[in-house]
T-cell receptor, first 113, second 115 residues
Framework: DTAVSQTPKYLVTQMGNDKSIKCEQN?????MYWYKQDSKKFLKIMFS???????INETVPNRFSPKSPDKAHLNLHINSLELGDSAVYFC????????????FGSGTRLTVV | AQSVTQLGSHVSVSEGALVLLRCNYS??????LFWYVQYPNQGLQLLLK??????LVKGINGFEAEFKKSETSFHLTKPSAHMSDAAEYFC?????????????FGSGTRLSIRP
């Protein structure tokens, strides 16, 4: 069983479309995250949810909206996709403390054409 | 506030040579420190971590790192490089308490291994 699973793995779409990325973790963790990795491999946190409550919301365009139906799931919906949204998006989860770091999913490579 | 700086975006070593990837951090509170590895087209995998206690920490695949508070460093080493070590390596820092606080990642160092 994959600990943190993301779908889809690859997503190619046209500018202006709306798309969603799903994430699920089976580790029993309380906190989930979305990170964006750009073409230079730089990782930037976007959002964090703790037990379905939004706790970190970095400076991200409001076209990006996270949704957490329960503490095992954190989805990312993106409206009106732009070329600059092309990146790899990683979901991660952690327990009640940072001491164990994060467990990452394998990523979703989004390409906007 | 916390930040992390990785010195060298690309390091190339010969197979069998010492690997040294440098990381310096800044933190206003006692930090937790991490090294992650990312193989091509994969997610990040935790290599090792420092939380409290022994300052020399050992991780997977023969890697180790030493927490030096006086130098605010957490450099990653491996005595003998293997071809399979070629990957992107990320140093990261987080505050040593609630998971509600984010972990900050460095910009990454790409490690290449020459035959």
């Amino acid at each position: 069983d994959t600990a943190v699973s993301q779908t889809p793995k690859y997503l190619v779409t046209q500018m202006g479309n709306d798309k969603s990325i799903k994430c699920e973790q089976n580790l029993g963790h309380d906190t989930m995250y979305w990170y964006k990795q750009d073409s230079k491999k730089f990782l930037k946190i976007m959002f964090s949810y703790n037990n379905k409550e939004l706790i970190i919301n970095e400076t991200v365009p409001n076209r990006f909206s996270p949704k957490s139906p329960d503490k095992a799931h954190l989805n990312l919906h993106i409206n009106s996709l732009e070329l600059g949204d092309s990146a790899v998006y990683f979901c991660a989860s952690s327990g009640t403390t940072n001491a164990y770091g994060y467990t990452f999913g394998s990523g979703t490579r989004l390409t906007v054409v | 506030a916390q930040s992390v700086t990785q010195l060298g975006s690309h390091v190339s070593v010969s197979e069998g040579a010492l690997v040294l990837l440098r990381c310096n951090y800044s933190s206003s509170v006692p930090p937790y420190l991490f090294w992650y590895v990312q193989y091509p087209n994969q997610g990040l995998q935790l290599l090792l971590k420092y939380t409290t206690g022994a300052t020399l920490v050992k991780g997977i695949n023969g890697f180790e790192a030493e927490f030096k508070k006086s130098e605010t460093s957490f450099h990653l080493t491996k005595p003998s490089a293997h071809m399979s070590d070629a990957a992107e390596y990320f140093c990261a820092v987080g505050p040593g308490y609630s998971s509600a606080s984010k972990i900050i990642f460095g910009s990454g160092t790409r490690l290449s291994i020459r035959p």
